[in-house]
């Protein structure tokens, strides 16, 4: 079972709580022993007893009696310089074996669900923050006299700053063997909470949209490196599943917000607040991150493994008074400047990102979904509200049919996983090209653009309602497919760069998601020259024809991907059973010169 001083409330207030022996490390104890490879000096009596052992008795018995001034200097070399991913060093701190509790991989099976039940929960309720304002825009723009496409900024802006904060190192720090996981997580989420009763108060929307992007800076590290968490836990041959359920967890933030912020406002509407009911869009996202807050302060572990070491190799450096004690993530850290520290940080998001085809491609599919999604909080209205006559909770409502078809979605892909996938790991060792991993997505890049267009040509007042809800509910294995298969095969492409990588899908699909509701309402009123019945279809045909076009990707990256990883220097070859040469800090350190 991992210790609670894994936990961020054991990390801070760890000093305090080691005077008592149940929160103490084992290298905290009074009675502990460490073992004999990690004392001052072994590595030197170590390296003598080998060379004892590979020469005569009277050699070596000549050599210690006329070099020993020189061999005390050779000897501090020694034990200074371990030498970086070297097994066999025995200064190197590592996993007590494979059942080493402090090891995620070795959590029990109840761990890790309680693990993936937190992350769901964080990622869920931040990203609810993004659409819950949706159905209060209209009193927005009332209330503040402006128009519809500057209120919607309300959602654009939030959008759009959990886009820009892992590119400027809220979620690639992460990756730092110091820093780890669930210190960026509970810090970040602290703001977020805090950030959100000004929200509610403030009266002036200079303010308010203001405060909405802080809060979606500072929201960003769940959804950028919520999979890099799920991967620090779960061993390839069960991470998809993982992944999967944590995907779920990232379109359920969306498409309950409007549910919930629709009924809030609603109830406050006839009120004494009147148009500022708005307002109580804002208290339940308040109080829901408030109680995700506690859940994780107290309950959350580490997951990285090289924060979890560097840690233990500092307790058995200070236990043992042997200072050249060090982790893999240590020695790593080591080699590096603070300058080429930071260029990891900022630079090789944008340039995995950006310059890599298959990361790029990959990122402006999800992309598309994303903004197809967030296109749908000004559609919605609009049909829902304006064509069927629903009020604002009602309208809110509409969203579950993507959510419930998530769940369908999530059972087949467990399916195909279970029966088809893993087996074929299994046989092949593990050596299963990461493009096996499109096939959900070839998939769901169908579904996409049969969603849109059977949406927009079914709202129409004299057909039922719950037709154009059918036709969303295609959409839910577009967005399931492209973003769990696209992100698992980004993970198995680049495994050493998870954190970067998906810093890099984010900022992607959050600047098409932020751009989405600042358009399509004109997209969809410009383009209703067709019949007055339909008052989405030609939008939605546009959105579905480029849905449409963007299909061929998966199937591209089927056949095409083998030889564009062997081309990139970031890239894995599962089928030739290592990494590609490591040359991305020279790489990152040219790109930013």
Known sequence: MPSFNETFFGLVFHKQLAKW????????????????????????????????????????????????????????????????????????????????????????GPQKGWFLFQIMLLTTSVYMGSSIVSPAIPLMAEYWHIGMTPAALALSLFVFGYGIGPMIGLCAASEIPAIGRVIPYILTLFIFVILQIPTALVNNVAGFMILRFLAGLFGSPPLATGGASVQDVWTPMNAPLAMGAWGISASAGPVLGPLIGGFAAQGFEKTSLGLGAWRWTIWP?????????????????????????????????????????????????????????????????????????????????????????YSFFEAFPIVFTETYGFNL?????????????????????????????????????????????????????????????FFGWTANKSIHWIVPIIGTMLFSPGIFGLFTSGLNYLGMTYPEYVASVFSANDFMRASIGAAMPLVSRQMFNNLNRGPKNFPVAWGCTLLGSIALLMSVIPYALFY????LRRASSYAKDPMQGGDQPAKENKEDVEAAQ
């Open 21 to 108: 022996p149940t929160f103490q490390y084992p290298e905290e104890k009074a009675d502990f022993k460490a073992p004999e490879r990690f004392m001052p000096g072994y590595k030197t009596r170590l390296q003598q007893q080998q060379q004892q052992g590979t020469t005569s008795p009277g050699g070596s018995s000549s050599n210690s009696s006329t070099n020993a001034s020189p061999n005390e200097k050779s000897n501090d070399e020694i034990e200074k310089t371990p030498e970086m991913g070297d097994d066999n060093d025995p200064y190197l701190v590592d996993w007590n074996g494979e059942n080493d509790p402090d090891n995620p991989f070795a959590w029990s």
């Open 285 to 373: 996202l308040l109080i829901l991150t408030g109680i995700a807050l506690g859940v994780l302060t107290f309950g959350m572990h580490e997951t990285s493994g090289t924060n979890i070491l560097a840690r233990r190799a500092a307790r058995l450096r200070k236990a043992t008074g042997n200072p050249h004690l060090r982790s893999k993530g240590e020695l790593f850290q080591a080699t590096m400047t603070g300058r080429e520290i930071a260029l990891m940080t900022f630079v090789r998001p944008f340039r995995l990102g950006l310059m890599e085809p298959i990361a790029l491609s990959i990122n402006l599919h999800i992309g598309l979904v994303y903004g197809v999604l």
């Open 393 to 453: 909770g009602e309208s809110g409502l509409a969203y579950l049919g993507i959510f419930v078809a998530n769940l369908a979605v999530y059972g087949l892909f467990a399916l195909w996983f279970l029966k088809y996938f893993r087996p074929k790991m299994i046989r092949e060792k593990g050596r299963v090209a990461p493009e096996y991993w499109l096939q959900p997505a070839m998939v769901g890049g169908l579904c996409l653009p049969a969603s849109l267009f």
């Open 560 to 563: 095409f991907g083998p030889a």
